[in-house]
């Protein structure tokens, strides 16, 4: 899943992957936001144990944190705040400094708090 969000959030590499594929109806952000989520699910074993989250993922969702779609931002946030690694807080404060959009701003309070 790493490898998907990281080619969802390169239009070029966007581009070529759903050329002629249904996946395309969902679009590049949507797409983006859906890999989020499940990187901040991770896997039931995972959950299962009580983790949740994938801290392997945080240098793409912190990539994430900064692509131009809102919906994207939104959902990397709530997916590093899954993670609650020392290193997705560091990124969701710093994201939270500089972000705009007020959907983004509230998902940022929210995984900085959880």
Do not use: Y
Request: with cysteine; glycine share 8%.
């Amino acid at each position: 899943m790493i490898r998907l969000l990281e080619m969802a959030l390169d239009e070029a590499a966007w581009d070529s992957f759903s050329r002629g594929s249904a996946i395309r109806r969902a679009g590049r952000a949507g797409f983006a936001r859906n890999i989020c989520v499940g990187l901040g699910n991770w896997s039931a074993a995972e959950v299962a144990a009580g983790n949740w989250g994938s801290p392997e993922a945080v240098p793409v969702l912190t990539q994430a944190l900064t692509d131009p779609e809102p919906l994207v931002r939104a959902h990397a946030a709530w997916a590093l705040g899954r993670v609650g690694s020392a290193q997705a807080r560091a990124a969701l404060a710093s994201r939270a400094a500089v972000e705009s959009d007020e959907m983004v701003k509230s998902e940022l309070a929210a995984a900085i708090e959880s």
